[in-house]
């Protein structure tokens, strides 16, 4: 396989066209779609996007779940040079506006109807005065372009026009942005090229051993670096089948496997934690599982001995990676134990240069704990607009500083056992306490409000609330439940929540969260 890292994304598709022509690249609800028709889609969309007036450097965002037409409305914007803004699919209509606002998004390609959402509907009454158009891929609402009337607008629009502009894209032209929020609670939008994403992947597809001859079920979401660009990505720089999943669910992850002869399945420890304990686990056919790859949280080693011997993978592999570092960081390697799997993340992926250091960023010796900066190609353009966040995070000799703490063997095996900034990990999802703590307090009745994480057996963690109520409110744990679950993604959603007379603070003022932790353990 001749290497891709020299490509942009729509040149990755053109190649993998000429390569696995009539391969299978998509296959979804019974439909199958061809790297080479793949590739006559991707001009399709590209020139829909020209007829519509996007040009380089535009922010197009995606508000949907794992559908093929995502993979299509990223292709075909990122081939005229735009830029992808990927929406989490449990955000609410002012968080996902937030983000539309933040990133100055021309248009919105979304779905209405998604499990019982109209996700157009949610942002009614949100000032977006740069958003132009709205765009459904699946369902219809109103004031929004059908995707029929949206491609059929590109017919005027000839291939050598199309193929001028994809020409354009360069490999050091931005690629995406994807929306992390940090110790404030702002999300930020993180900068990543082309090149530096397809050099990243197809180094985590070798790695990894992704084949041209299998079939990847994508669960992780496509808003996520996980399943973007280590899902349908990695798949098309390897010739692989990509089988998009929408909606998590155990059951009919098991006879998907089966019926559809699946090979790669990588995801969250709860995802093969949710299988496992199924108790129709026997009813499935799961021995075509080739590969797994996992991490985002603590792994028990007895769940990499089950994953081989009872689902039937050759290879389980853990890494570690932020969006910030285009998802990867570090990776075990096939043929690790089973121990060195699941009690690291591996060590460095090729020229990447990974460090624990000190608060005087002096690297600590091999064993001690450290904060884990990041020095490499895979490391992030910067925050989209934002460079006083960007120089926090980036030293001026070029380390990314991941706010997470480890300890790196003498073999390079790095172990996270901490985070700096206090975030939490929900089945594979980040989360940060200071945006929750930030919607919490616009709450009638609530003085003060500390988010901490809580182990939880089949999430890893999830948040809990500990709150002080202004004098004389009435406080209904109830009620706030369900005022938090129509305010935030759900993931986000408080499984716990305590009310103190005072929160234990530290001589600056400064919650002590780490008490807060003893106290609900106790």
């Known amino acids: 396989m001749s290497s891709v890292a020299d490509l942009t994304i729509p040149g990755l598709v053109q190649q993998a066209a000429q390569q696995h022509a009539e391969h299978t690249a998509i296959e979804e609800e019974g439909q199958t779609v061809s790297y080479a028709q793949l590739e006559e889609i991707r001009q399709q969309w590209a020139a829909a996007y020209i007829a519509a007036g996007l040009e380089a450097g535009d922010r197009v965002a995606i508000w949907a779940p794992n559908v093929r037409e995502w993979i299509y409305a990223a292709i075909g914007a990122q081939s005229v040079g735009a830029v992808i803004v990927t929406i989490n699919t449990r955000m609410k209509g002012s968080e996902a506006a937030y983000v539309l606002r933040n990133s100055g998004a021309k248009m919105l390609l979304t779905v209405s109807g998604f499990l019982g959402l109209d996700y157009p509907a949610m942002l009614a009454g949100e000032e977006l005065p740069e958003l132009e158009k709205t765009i459904t891929l699946r369902g219809e609402s109103e004031a929004c372009i059908s995707v029929e009337a949206f491609i059929e607008g590109g017919a ?52 990894v051993g992704l084949r041209s001859d299998d079939r990847y079920l994508v669960v992780n979401p496509f808003f996520h670096s996980f399943g973007y660009k280590a899902g349908w990505l990695a798949a098309l720089i390897c010739g692989s089948t990509v089988l998009p ?21 990588p995801g969250p420890p709860t995802l093969y934690q949710s299988i496992l304990a199924s108790p129709n686990i026997g009813n499935y056919d799961l021995s075509c599982l080739r590969l797994a790859v996992t991490g985002a949280a603590a792994i028990p080693v007895s769940l990499i001995h089950r994953m081989r011997d009872e689902l039937h993978f050759e290879t389980v592999l853990t890494a570690y990676g932020l969006t910030e570092s285009c998802g990867v960081v570090t990776m ?63 030293d001026n000799e070029g380390w990314l500083h991941t706010g997470d703490v480890g300890v790196m063997d003498e073999n390079g095996y790095l172990k996270i056992t901490d985070r700096i900034k206090d975030m939490i990990i929900v089945g594979g999802f980040n ?28 999430m890893g963690e999830v948040a809990a609330a500990c709150i002080v109520t202004a004098s004389g409110a009435n406080f209904d744990k109830e009620v706030f439940a369900k005022w938090c679950k129509e305010n935030m993604a759900n993931y986000k959603v408080p499984r716990r929540i305590e009310v103190f007379d005072e929160l234990p603070m530290n001589a600056t003022g400064k919650v002590q969260k780490f008490l807060l932790r003893d106290q609900l353990a106790g």
């Open 156 to 207: 005027s629009v000839a291939n050598n026009e199309v193929q001028k502009c994809t020409d354009a894209v360069k490999p050091d032209d931005i690629s995406d942005l994807i929306f992390t929020s940090g110790t404030t609670g702002n999300p930020k939008g993180v900068k990543t090229t082309h090149g530096q994403n397809l050099r990243v992947f197809e180094a985590w597809s070798q790695l």
């Open 245 to 265: 999943m929408a909606v998590f669910d155990a059951e009919e992850i098991m006879r998907r496997i089966g019926d559809e002869r699946i090979s790669v399945l």
């Open 332 to 394: 075990c390697r096939d043929g690790d134990d089973p121990e060195l799997i699941a009690n690291t993340s591996g060590r460095a992926i090729p020229d990447v240069e990974v460090r624990c250091v000190n608060a005087e960023n002096e690297e600590v010796p091999r064993g001690e704990p450290g904060e884990i900066v990041v020095r490499g190609y895979n490391v992030m353009q910067g925050y989209f607009e934002n460079p006083q966040a960007t120089e926090e995070t980036m």
């Open 431 to 458: 989360v940060y306490p200071a945006e929750i703590e930030n919607t919490i307090t616009t709450y009638e009745g609530v003085a003060q409000v500390a988010v901490i994480g809580i182990p939880d057996e089949r």
